[in-house]
């Protein structure tokens, strides 16, 4: 346990910003996972539907600082490619 008063206080300000993270994180992670569950099942427009709300929740963490740009385009290339294959295959 901090002992310095600056150091308490970081540990208040990291716990917040860790709560308020969670949630954004959590989102995109389960947009991210009904878009996979969509594109396995061949459900065409609920797939298409479901990347789009997922690409928009990870630009959405990535904006926030939440995860890197990097991270977000990366992922969001790996559902668009998978929604590709799929749409190529139907």
Known sequence: MANI???IKRNKQNEKRRLR??????????????ALTA????ELEEAREATRLAA????KAA????IH??????R???LMGK????EKSS
């Open 5 to 7: 008063k600056s150091a």
């Open 21 to 34: 993270n969670r949630v954004f994180r959590g989102t995109a992670r389960t947009f991210v996972k009904k």
């Open 39 to 42: 594109i396995g099942a061949g």
């Open 56 to 59: 928009s929740a990870l630009d």
């Open 63 to 66: 904006q926030k600082g939440i």
């Open 69 to 74: 740009k990097n991270n977000a385009a990366r």
């Open 76 to 78: 969001k290339g790996a």
């Open 83 to 86: 929604l590709a294959a799929m």
